[in-house]
């Protein structure tokens, strides 16, 4: 916020660009778009340096159908394993700290954000994806 009070200039153009993208712009062009509005401090659909680590941890001489296939399977284990979360005694909400012992209350915006990279690294559609783990989910 004070970076846009003092350099509206700059921010103007950045919002302008991250407003811009669609989810058939293509997707280097989104990366290089959500890195310049990260690095100006704005929120971005998807975490650019989370997909650049994902991107570079692949497995060396596996081919992207099974890293891809991995990606799914990690969506069906958490989905599978929510339920367990929550029945955990750990999972009560605790006034003292204004939130969960065990932090389940970020659990949403970390499945959202792991993701959202992980389906950007293999250039698929992450609305589907969260789509189909909610069909899972319930």
């Given at each position: 916020?004070?970076?846009?009070?003092?350099?509206?200039?700059?921010?103007?153009?950045?919002?302008?660009?991250?407003?811009?993208?669609?989810?058939?712009?293509?997707?280097?062009?989104?990366?290089?778009?959500?890195?310049?509005?990260?690095?100006?401090?704005?929120?971005?659909?998807?975490?650019?340096?989370?997909?650049?680590?994902?991107a570079?941890?692949k497995?060396?001489?596996?081919?992207?159908?099974e890293?891809?296939?991995?990606?799914?399977?990690?969506?069906?284990?958490?989905?599978?394993?929510?339920?367990?979360?929550?029945?955990?005694?750990?999972?009560?909400?605790?006034?003292?700290?204004?939130?969960?012992?065990?932090?389940?209350?970020?659990?949403?915006?970390?499945?959202?954000?792991?993701?959202?990279?992980?389906?950007?690294?293999?250039?698929?559609?992450?609305?589907?994806?969260?789509?189909?783990?909610l069909?899972?989910?319930?």
């Amino acid at each position: 916020q004070v970076f846009s009070h003092h350099c509206p200039f700059l921010m103007g153009p950045i919002e302008c660009l991250s407003d811009a993208v669609t989810p058939d712009t293509d997707i280097q062009v989104t990366l290089s778009i959500f890195e310049l509005a990260s690095a100006a401090g704005i929120s971005c659909e998807v975490d650019p340096a989370l997909v650049n680590v994902l991107a570079g941890s692949k497995t060396d001489g596996s081919a992207p159908e099974e890293d891809y296939k991995v990606a799914c399977l990690l969506l069906v284990f958490v989905a599978v394993s929510l339920p367990l979360l929550a029945s955990d005694p750990a999972s009560l909400y605790n006034t003292q700290l204004d939130g969960y012992n065990n932090n389940i209350h970020c659990l949403a915006k970390a499945i959202i954000q792991v993701s959202a990279a992980l389906f950007t690294v293999h250039n698929k559609n992450i609305e589907t994806h969260l789509k189909e783990f909610l069909l899972v989910r319930g």
